[in-house]
């Protein structure tokens, strides 16, 4: 499975980053971390793809 088909939840974001789920939405809604995917209700998460170009773009800038 490539990751332009993989998507990631918060839980998991979380854990990648060794933050707590609350870091991970709080920086979602001040613009630090892409956007999330509704997916369904209740159901929301990220494309790692878009994780991954994230990084890589904050990784440049460092």
């Known amino acids: ?3 332009h088909n993989t998507y990631l939840a918060d839980t998991q974001l979380a854990d990648r980053y060794s933050v707590s789920r609350s870091t991970i939405w709080r920086w979602s809604h001040n613009g630090r971390l892409t956007k999330p995917v509704k997916i ?5 998460r990220w494309r790692l793809a878009d994780i991954e170009a994230w990084e890589a773009e904050k ?3 460092d």
């Open 40 to 44: 369904s209700p209740g159901c929301t």
């Open 1 to 3: 499975m490539t990751s």
């Open 59 to 61: 990784l440049s800038h």
